[in-house]
């Protein structure tokens, strides 16, 4: 059952992403830059936090439904491998500074979202009690 929810999870994520992720592309002057990747990293990491901790403080007897938000639809809407490609890609295309800054937005901007989502979730799990 809990690969059910998962998979139902990783779905709506991926879909999610690819349209997140492409409209951020389409309507941003990021040139090669892989904008939607990393915006879409970073507010999955946000939801991640937030969720985990609302869970924790509110619903700790709900797992499966943790596991459809947090490893299905966040699983699936963020992406390591496509940060890892587009980075590549762009120390290949000699946009080395570019790849540089790539790796340390994503890798700080993503650990702030989890901290700023699990602050946040305390806060509104504070004023639910």
């Keep these: 059952m809990n690969v059910v929810i998962v998979g139902a999870g990783g779905f709506l994520g ?10 951020i592309n389409q309507r941003s002057n990021a040139g090669v830059f892989p904008l939607g990747t990393l915006a879409v ?3 999955g990491a946000f939801l991640i936090g937030f969720l985990s901790e609302l869970f924790a403080q509110c619903m700790p007897e709900r797992k499966r ?8 639809i966040t699983g699936g809407f963020t992406t390591f491998s496509t940060f890892s490609l587009e980075t590549m890609g762009l120390f290949e295309q000699g946009h ?6 790539n790796i340390l937005l994503s890798v700080l901007c993503c650990l ?4 700023i989502g699990k602050l946040c979730a305390q806060k509104l799990a504070g004023t639910l009690h």
């Design 14 to 23: 991926a879909a999610g992403r690819y349209l997140c992720s492409g409209l």
């Design 112 to 115: 702030a979202g989890v901290v």
């Design 65 to 72: 439904l943790l596991l459809f938000f947090t490893t299905g």
């Design 41 to 43: 990293n970073i507010l």
């Design 96 to 101: 080395h500074g570019l790849g540089v800054l």
